[in-house]
């Protein structure tokens, strides 16, 4: 009801103020940080840092074809050790600022922090979150590259919760439901409302979470080779993170993108995650075992329109 009713007051301020609206609304800046770890081990994966490059090039090429400010930082264990790159807003190419020498210690309590006062994130800006890794199966804690470090749901949320402007938080991990959140944890329906009829620069902090499961649920990667020559995909991906990527217009058995011509969501993608993982589906061609979770608001979160 509450969504519905701050749906409504827009509709009603976007019909007494028709187009102007609309072109006076900036694009906002766009920044992207993102953790995958394949581990390399026992506990190793195929899929992680496949699936954080693959979002990488879906939202830059998205944001890029319509003149958006994006910027990126993705933080991996590729090729066994612990890499940092920076893609500054209006650069293709990428800066290797932690490689080899840098420890897989401290991720969550020393760089991650590090790396989202780096972003020098504003109000009116959108932050997207992703993480592609393992996930603890008592607490949902996400597992850093060496095992012995991990992040709970509490603490995620505090980090991305407390920056400025709207924050989306996508988790492919098992048990990732656990970092779930109720939407009193965000602003207030009152304030809301007072933000959509303020001429001044939005300064509310609103957070959305789209989840690969139940909290009690595993998050499926397709890694085996049978596997990939089924489903016709390039190379190993979390089916949670193949959902999205197939959403924001990537081919997976090439990997090539075709941006979409239509809005981009919060909503949007937790329902095309749903409709992906559903046991009856086609997209992925294959049943997987587990069911997207979300965190959702009093209005969605338009991520991406090819009309602004």
Known sequence: MRRLSALLALALLLLFSGCELFESIPK???HLVSLAFNYYGEASLRGPVNDQECIYRAFRAMYDSRGYEFSAT???DNGHRLERKRFAAGTETDTVLAASAQ????????LLPQILDEEDIEDGDITIFFYSGHGEDDSGDLIGPDVSENLSPDELFSLIS???GYKLMIVDACFSGRHSFSEEQNSSVAEAYSSLFSNSSPSLSYTWGVFASQDNEYSAEFNADEALESLGWLRPHGAFTASILMHLGMDMSTESISVPN????????????LRALDDNSTVLGVSVEHTPSESSNFFDLVLFSPDI
């Open 162 to 164: 407390a920056l400025p």
């Open 74 to 76: 993705l933080l991996n």
């Open 28 to 30: 906002p800046r766009v």
């Open 103 to 110: 420890s897989c210690h401290n991720v969550f309590s020393t």
């Open 262 to 273: 239509r809005a981009i969501t919060a909503e949007g993608i937790f329902n095309a995650a």
